[in-house]
C-alpha cells in the first residue's frame, strides 16, 4: 500500500532531550516536507526537500534539522526541544511539485510532540 | 504568515444541504490546492486548480478560483456526516506550500 508512515506517533519528552521523528514514504516520491500544526493556525511548513541531499527552511524553520540522505527517508531532528514546539507533525510527499499533474501531496498520520 | 485564509471559520449544516467555505491569499499562484482533515488525522488532497482555470468539478465538489480577486471557493452538494471535517486551501511553488487556517465543516444527521 503506498504510503507516508511516522514514527512514533505519539511523544512525551522533556525540554533539552533530543529527539528524532521518522518519516518514510513507499511510493518513490522525490519531495518531501514537515509541517506543524497548532489550533488557529493551520499548517505551518518547518523544512522541505526537493530530491535526496537538497533540503530548505519553509515558514517555521527555528529549533529543527532535517536530513534526506535517502530518496525515502526524511527524519525531523529537535536537538532541543522547548514547550514552544509542542505541536501536531505531518510528513508529506509529492512526485514532483512544479510539474503540472505531480503536486498534490500525500500525508502521513501525523505525530503528536508534547514538550514538558 | 499565511498565504491562504478561509472563511468561514467554522460552518455548521444539514446532510444534504450544500456547504461553500471561501479562501482568499495574497500573491499570485500558480495553483491552488483544497485539502480535507479528518479530526487529528493526516490531510487529504481534493482537488486542484490551476491559475489558467475558472472551475473544476470532482464528484460532489466545485472549486472555483478567481486570480482577479485572489479568492478561492470550494462548494460541496449534498453534504453528508462523512463530510464532517476541517477544509483548508494551500498554495504555493516549487516545493514551498502554505496553508490557511481552515473552515471546520460539521454536518449533521
Known amino acids: 500500500e503506498a504510503q507516508v508512515t511516522q514514527n512514533p506517533r505519539y511523544l512525551i519528552t522533556v525540554t533539552g532531550k533530543k529527539l528524532t521523528v521518522t518519516c518514510s514514504q513507499n511510493?518513490?516520491?522525490?519531495?518531501m516536507s514537515w509541517y506543524r500544526q497548532d489550533p488557529g493556525l493551520g499548517l505551518r511548513q518547518i523544512y522541505y526537500?526537493?530530491?535526496?541531499?537538497?533540503?530548505d527552511k519553509g515558514d517555521v524553520p527555528e529549533g529543527y534539522k532535517v536530513s534526506r540522505k535517502e530518496k525515502r527517508n526524511f527524519p525531523l531532528i529537535l536537538e532541543s526541544p522547548s514547550p514552544n514546539q509542542t505541536s501536531l507533525y505531518f510528513c508529506?510527499?509529492?512526485?514532483?511539485?512544479?510539474?503540472?499533474?505531480?503536486?498534490?501531496?500525500?500525508f502521513g498520520p501525523g505525530t503528536r510532540l508534547l514538550v514538558l | 504568515s499565511q498565504q491562504g485564509e478561509e472563511d468561514p471559520q467554522a460552518l455548521s449544516i444539514q446532510e444534504g444541504e450544500n456547504a461553500t467555505m471561501n479562501c482568499s491569499y495574497k500573491?499570485?499562484?500558480?495553483?491552488l490546492q483544497w485539502y480535507r482533515q479528518n479530526s487529528g488525522r493526516g490531510l487529504v488532497h481534493l482537488i486542484l486548480?490551476?491559475?489558467?482555470?475558472r472551475e473544476k468539478h470532482s464528484g460532489r465538489l466545485r472549486v472555483t478560483l478567481d486570480t482577479s480577486k485572489k479568492s478561492s471557493s470550494l462548494l460541496i452538494t449534498a453534504s453528508r456526516a462523512a463530510d464532517t471535517a476541517s477544509y483548508f486551501c494551500?498554495?504555493?511553488?516549487?516545493?514551498?506550500?502554505?496553508f490557511g487556517a481552515g473552515t471546520q465543516v460539521v454536518v449533521t444527521p
Open positions: 500573491t499570485s499562484i500558480n495553483n
Open positions: 511510493m518513490n516520491h522525490e519531495y
Open positions: 486548480i490551476r491559475s489558467n482555470e
Open positions: 508529506a510527499s509529492s512526485p514532483r511539485p512544479g510539474l503540472a499533474g505531480q503536486e498534490t501531496q500525500y
Open positions: 526537500s526537493m530530491n535526496v541531499e537538497v533540503t
Open positions: 494551500a498554495t504555493g511553488s516549487w516545493g514551498k506550500l502554505q
